[in-house]
């Protein structure tokens, strides 16, 4: 091997960003063979997402939850492992959140409640990531296989629940009752207005200042605790991890725990924050799109930040650019999302070789 | 009661189909190294294109051709991303199952503007029950002609075909020479290359014939069970799919026996709704709904017999150069 070395705007910068241009050409390919103009379609998108107040008050909150979801698949990734339950994580954390909000939103204020519903919701989700983290440490079963089993046994449990245990009194659907004001979530109305922005109607709330709390925990943690180094080496060569002493299994657990902490407070958001009661579904898909996320942030808190943004203003632009053009369904953004993890995840060596091959032998030269 | 024995029999048949069908795919895709949890997306796909062509040309058997179409074509992209650019074969799935959940949807609105599914299909546009000879003659004779006319005759041509795929599985995988070297690169792919035969070649073709398989569960969703495509209307079978390939360790006639335990529990649980058991009391349908996950994580976990997969599964093969 020679010395030579692709420099570092290359890896982390061009080839990423060839890979995501390439997803974008490739869903302009979709609305054209829709027959919509895919640069009409991304003006109804962009103002969606940004062209009013109220649009950036969704897009920061559809961006909550899948910074979540996207740290938790990410730091996963860190460790080699892939955190397909992010969404019964997510599920399972809101229920926690619901449960503490349901007993003490009429005895507690709210300055208590919160960190008790945000503590709970991250104890519930990282509970669901135990038992396949376990399994995979200790009994070398395959944790993305028992992850996605974990979605559906959430699921279950949680249609069960509702069903069951937590619907409200005369009601049809299975929804819990209305928490007191005293467990909602402020929103972030009177912290924009300031600044003469006005979000009006959306459901942004203090659940976005958390989740970059939780990205700034996710950096300290990763990059700057003898912990976080024993992940990293773990998830680069877990060989040679365990020659140098460290525990990967107990590094594989530790890892998820905080994995489905992270999941799990997509239900902080979600229903403390914007739905105000327990019901089913609300995940909707969250879990997934973290994939996308965590892909296309590069495993970095930046990265996901600005990932969550992005898909976040497609979610958001998306619902618009099907108020606009009705023979669109919002549900092209989930195809965009489906050609960003081909792209910049499963085909991310596609022009790795030629590309590092040719600064390589520039660099030689 | 031995009638309605026969009933859940019959409805199990019918609900294990799509499943024996797609774990049949993964068992090949999986066997030849690849991991595959795209199977809910193939299908989903292959519902759709079987539902779109059966409406438009009138005809199930269209339907069936364009479902196997479609699905082989997803499965060249998962093959392409993890055998010719050793991708993550995971993502890879993520990514299909991902594109295919929206695209259906965005390409039938677009087409049907029925808000995402398809016409409803009737006549040749569907994959009819076929009644077996003499199944009314016999069906006043006692049990057997039970059995016959009701569990046996009366489903339709892919059910009959899901079956006759296992034995002939079993017969591909494990009496074929392009078996034996199927089974070789999912366990020691130097092996084979050292052999002179081209793991990539052998890979792409349990891909390719994983995507038929996963076609024909999608055209028998959408054409034989269903009459017309509804929005995801896989709803996590793929997933069982594979579970019951795990649950089967990767092994034709296991994995039947685990698709018709998941089929007869998801026909059970219909049954069971607000029926209250003697001694048991009511037993909650979700109950019965989780188990085949349950029961695939428990074997995973080693506490009923052990699931051990193909060696070089989910691993690229880089070929070594001197």
Same mark, same amino acid.
């Given at each position: ?37 895919? /640069? ?107 992850? /996605? ?59 976005? @200042? ?35 002493? @460290? ?9 998820? *725990? ?6 799990? *407070? ?38 996901? @930040? *600005? ?52 600064? *390589? ?5 | ?322």
């Amino acid at each position: 091997m020679s010395q030579a070395k692709v420099p570092a705007w290359v890896s982390v910068g061009l080839i990423p960003l060839l890979n995501i241009l390439l997803a974008f050409f490739v869903s302009g390919l979709v609305f054209l063979a829709i027959g919509e103009d895919p /640069i009409e379609a991304a003006g109804y998108l962009i103002y969606g997402a940004f062209g009013y107040d109220e649009g950036i008050g969704y897009t920061l909150y559809y961006a909550t939850n899948l910074i979540f979801t996207g740290l938790a698949v990410s730091i996963a990734f860190k460790a080699g492992l892939f955190n397909i339950g992010g969404e019964g994580q997510a599920y399972i954390g809101g229920l926690g959140v619901g449960l503490l909000c349901l007993w003490f939103d009429s005895s507690l204020p709210l300055i208590v409640i919160a960190p008790l519903a945000i503590i709970g919701g991250a104890l519930f989700g990282a509970a669901w990531a135990y038992i396949p983290a376990y399994l995979q440490a200790r009994r070398g079963s395959h944790i993305v296989i028992t992850t /996605i089993m974990f979605n559906f046994i959430a699921s279950s449990l949680m249609v069960y629940l509702m069903v069951n245990w937590l619907k409200a009194e005369g009601v049809m659907s299975p929804i819990s009752r209305t928490f007191e004001e005293s467990a909602w979530l402020p929103y972030m109305h009177d912290l924009f207005s300031p600044f003469g922005l006005d979000i009006g109607g959306s459901p942004l709330n203090m659940a976005f @200042i958390l989740a970059l709390l939780c990205c700034v925990l996710y950096w300290g943690l990763v990059w700057h605790t003898r912990w976080g180094y024993q992940l990293r080496t773990v998830g680069t060569n877990p060989t040679a991890a365990q020659y140098a002493g @460290i525990d990967n299994a107990k590094v594989t657990i530790w890892v998820m *725990l905080i994995s489905g902490g992270f999941a799990g *407070l997509v239900g902080v958001n979600e229903i403390m924050g914007v739905n105000h009661n327990l019901l089913l579904n609300f995940t909707a898909g969250y879990g997934f799109a973290g994939i996308a996320v965590a892909l296309m942030g590069r495993n970095h808190p930046v990265g996901i @930040i *600005l990932a969550a943004m992005l898909f976040g203003a497609l979610y958001q632009g998306g619902a618009e650019l099907a108020f606009e053009i009705p023979t669109i369904t919002p549900e092209i953004v989930v195809v965009i999302q489906g050609l960003v993890i081909l792209f910049s995840g499963a085909l991310e060596n596609m022009f790795k070789g030629r590309i590092e091959g040719f600064f *390589l032998r520039r660099a030689a030269a | 009661m031995f009638e309605t024995l026969i009933l859940i029999l019959d409805a199990t048949l019918r609900v294990s189909t799509p499943l024996i069908l797609a774990a049949l795919a993964g068992l090949f895709s999986e066997r030849s190294g690849i991991v595959d949890i795209g199977l809910e997306g193939k299908m989903l796909g292959g519902a759709f294109a079987a539902a779109a062509a059966a409406a438009v040309f009138g005809s199930a058997w269209i339907g069936l051709l364009f479902a196997i179409g479609a699905s082989v074509c997803l499965a060249l992209i998962h093959g392409f991303a993890c055998i010719t650019h050793r991708g993550d074969h995971i993502v890879s799935g993520v990514a299909i199952n991902t594109i295919v959940a929206g695209l259906t949807v965005t390409l039938g609105l677009d087409w049907f503007s029925q808000g995402g599914q398809t016409p409803a299909l009737t006549g040749d546009a569907r994959f009819t029950p076929i009644t077996l000879p003499f199944a009314e003659q016999v069906a006043d004779v006692p049990v057997i002609g039970l059995i016959y006319s009701e569990l046996l005759s009366g489903h339709n041509i892919l059910v009959y075909l899901a079956f006759a795929f296992v034995p002939a599985t079993y017969w591909v995988v494990f009496k074929t020479r392009f078996g034996l070297r199927l089974r070789a690169v999912g366990e020691n792919p130097h092996a084979v290359d050292t052999a002179g035969i081209s793991v990539a070649l052998v890979r792409y073709r349990a891909v390719i014939i994983c995507g038929v398989l996963c076609g024909i569960a999608g055209a028998y969703l959408s054409t034989a069970h269903n009459a017309g495509f509804l929005k995801d209307m896989s709803a996590g079978k793929g997933y069982m799919a594979l579970a019951a390939l795990i649950f089967g360790k990767w092994r034709p006639v296991p994995v039947l026996c685990a698709c018709l335990l998941f089929g007869f529990l998801d026909a059970v649980a219909v049954r069971l709704q607000g029926v209250s058991l003697p001694g048991i009391g009511e037993v909650p349908v979700q109950a019965i709904e989780v188990l085949p996950y349950v029961l695939t994580v428990l074997l995973l976990a080693g506490f009923i017999g052990k699931a051990v997969g193909p060696k070089a599964i989910g691993k690229p093969y880089v070929k070594e150069r001197a």
